[in-house]
C-alpha cells in the first residue's frame, strides 16, 4: 500500500525522479507510491502507445527497451505527466489520476485477503435487503439497472419483478446486460417434474442447495430463474452464499479449508446418450494470491474421489460434510417463494441455490437461462462511465 510521506511532499500531485531513472516517484495529500521506469513505459497513454478508440495496447515488450529509465517527468497544468525515456528519447504522457488510480506500491507485498472485489457476504438476514427491481424500472431506468447490476456483483443474487408476462421473459432479463449462455439443455430449460428426467432438478425432490453444472469448463457464470406457475404446496427456493462459507471454514476450520481448496473433485454429467461432461476443480477455488475466486459445490454430479491422497481421504470426507452441513444450516439460508412473473438470479460461481419439495407435480413451472459474468461487469462499467478509452 502506499506510504506516508515526509514532509516535503505536497497536498497537490507531484513528481520527483529517483533511484537514477529506474523509479518515478508520485505523492499525494501526505501519500507517495513508486512506479518502476519499465512499468511506465509499458503504460504510457499517448497515440503510439495506445489505440484511443478502443483502448487496446499497440507495443509488445519487444518493442520497448529493457533499459528504459525516466529522464525527465513533468507535470503540467492538465494534471498530465510528460515523460522522456532514455535510451531512445521516447515521449509518452500519463495523467496523474491514472497513474494514481493504478498505484501498486506496498511494502508488505500484495495484500493478503480471502476476499478481494466489492463484496459483501450474507446470511439469512439478507432476505431484508436482496437486491432487487422491476422489469419496467430497470428496462427504462440506466441507473436503476445500474444498482440492480451491482447488487448482483455485490451479493451474488438479486430478484427481479414484474417481467412481461409471456414465454420466456426470462431472455429479456439476460438481453438488459449481456448474452445468453447455451448448454447442452439449450438456450434455456424447462423446470417442472417429468415422468424420465435427465436431471433431478425435473422432479418434485427437494434440491440441496448447489452450484450448476461444476461439469462444465468454465462453468456458467450466472444462472436465472423465472417463474411462470408455482406449487400450490412448497417449491420454495434456497440460496446460501458459498463465499459466507468459506470464511466461517477459513475462520473455524483452517485445514478443512486447505483440503477442500487444495484437492481437486471430478465432476461428471452423462444424463442423455450424447453428452459425457467433465471437470475438475476443488470446491472452493482461490487464485495464485490465496483470494477466493470461485465455489462448486454439486452433490449430485461428484464423480468417485481419485484426487485426493489415501492418507487424507478420511479427512477429506468430514471437510465435506462439513461444508454440507453449512450448506444445510438454515441460518446462512435465504428462503422465499417466487410467484409468476418473478425471477432470481445467482452468481453460479458463488451462490448456491435449491428447492424445498413440492407435491403438486403438474403446476410448479420455471424457465431458466445462463450468462456470463463478463457482460455483467461490462455493463456496470459502461453504465458507470460511458466515456472510457
Ligand atoms: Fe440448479
Known amino acids: 500500500?502506499?506510504?506516508?510521506?515526509?514532509?516535503?511532499?505536497?497536498?497537490?500531485?507531484a513528481v520527483i525522479i529517483t533511484d537514477n531513472g529506474n523509479?518515478?516517484?508520485?505523492s499525494l495529500k501526505g501519500l507517495s507510491s513508486r512506479f518502476h521506469a519499465i512499468w511506465l513505459r509499458d503504460n504510457g497513454q499517448d497515440d503510439r502507445s495506445v489505440d484511443k478508440t478502443n483502448g487496446q495496447k499497440l507495443m509488445a515488450l519487444k518493442d520497448i527497451?529493457?533499459?528504459s529509465l525516466v529522464e525527465s517527468a513533468l507535470l503540467n497544468e492538465s494534471q498530465d505527466i510528460q515523460l522522456?525515456?532514455?535510451?531512445?528519447?521516447w515521449h509518452t504522457s500519463i495523467p496523474f489520476k491514472w497513474l494514481w488510480e493504478h498505484r501498486y506500491d506496498s511494502p508488505e507485498g500484495p495484500e493478503q485477503l480471502l476476499l478481494a472485489g466489492e463484496i459483501d457476504t450474507w446470511d439469512s438476514t439478507l432476505l431484508r435487503t436482496l437486491p432487487e427491481t422491476s422489469f419496467r424500472e430497470a428496462s427504462e431506468n440506466p441507473a436503476v439497472l445500474l444498482d440492480w447490476l451491482q447488487g448482483i456483483a455485490r451479493y451474488g443474487a438479486a430478484r427481479m419483478t414484474g417481467l412481461p408476462q409471456k414465454d420466456l421473459a426470462v431472455l429479456d432479463v439476460i438481453s438488459l446486460f449481456g448474452f445468453v449462455r447455451e448448454t447442452n439443455y439449450g438456450r434455456y430449460f424447462e423446470i417442472r417434474s417429468r415422468t424420465s428426467p435427465i436431471n433431478l432438478a425435473y422432479t418434485t425432490r427437494?434440491?440441496?442447495?448447489?452450484t450448476d453444472n461444476p461439469y462444465r469448463d468454465p462453468v456458467p457464470g450466472l444462472q436465472f430463474f423465472s417463474c411462470m406457475k408455482n406449487a400450490s404446496d412448497g417449491g420454495d427456493s434456497i440460496l446460501v452464499d458459498g463465499f459466507r462459507i468459506a470464511e466461517i471454514l477459513h475462520r473455524e476450520a483452517p485445514e478443512t479449508f486447505s483440503r477442500l481448496s487444495r484437492y481437486k473433485v471430478r465432476f461428471r454429467y452423462a444424463g442423455s446418450d450424447d453428452m459425457d461432461l467433465q471437470a475438475s476443480r476443488p470446491i472452493i477455488q482461490r487464485d495464485v494470491?490465496?483470494?477466493v475466486t470461485g465455489i462448486s459445490f454439486n452433490n449430485r454430479s461428484i464423480s468417485a474421489l481419485t484426487d485426493i491422497p489415501y492418507d487424507e481421504m478420511n479427512d477429506y470426507y468430514r471437510d465435506l460434510r462439513r461444508f454440507e452441513e453449512l450448506?444445510?444450516?438454515?441460518?446462512?439460508q435465504v428462503r422465499f417463494r417466487l410467484e409468476p412473473g418473478e425471477l432470481f438470479v445467482t452468481d453460479n460461481t458463488r451462490v448456491l441455490h435449491g428447492r424445498t419439495g413440492y407435491s403438486n407435480s403438474v403446476s410448479r413451472w420455471m424457465q431458466g437461462a445462463y450468462a456470463d459474468?463478463?457482460?455483467?461487469?461490462?455493463?456496470?462499467?459502461?453504465?458507470k462511465s460511458p466515456r472510457r478509452c
Open 1 to 13: 500500500m502506499i506510504k506516508p510521506t515526509s514532509a516535503q511532499v505536497n497536498d497537490r500531485p
Open 23 to 26: 523509479v518515478l516517484e508520485a
Open 65 to 67: 527497451p529493457p533499459d
Open 84 to 89: 522522456v525515456f532514455g535510451p531512445d528519447n
Open 206 to 210: 427437494e434440491l440441496q442447495p448447489h
Open 289 to 291: 494470491s490465496g483470494v
Open 327 to 332: 450448506v444445510g444450516a438454515r441460518e446462512l
Open 373 to 383: 459474468k463478463d457482460a455483467l461487469y461490462s455493463k456496470i462499467r459502461v453504465l
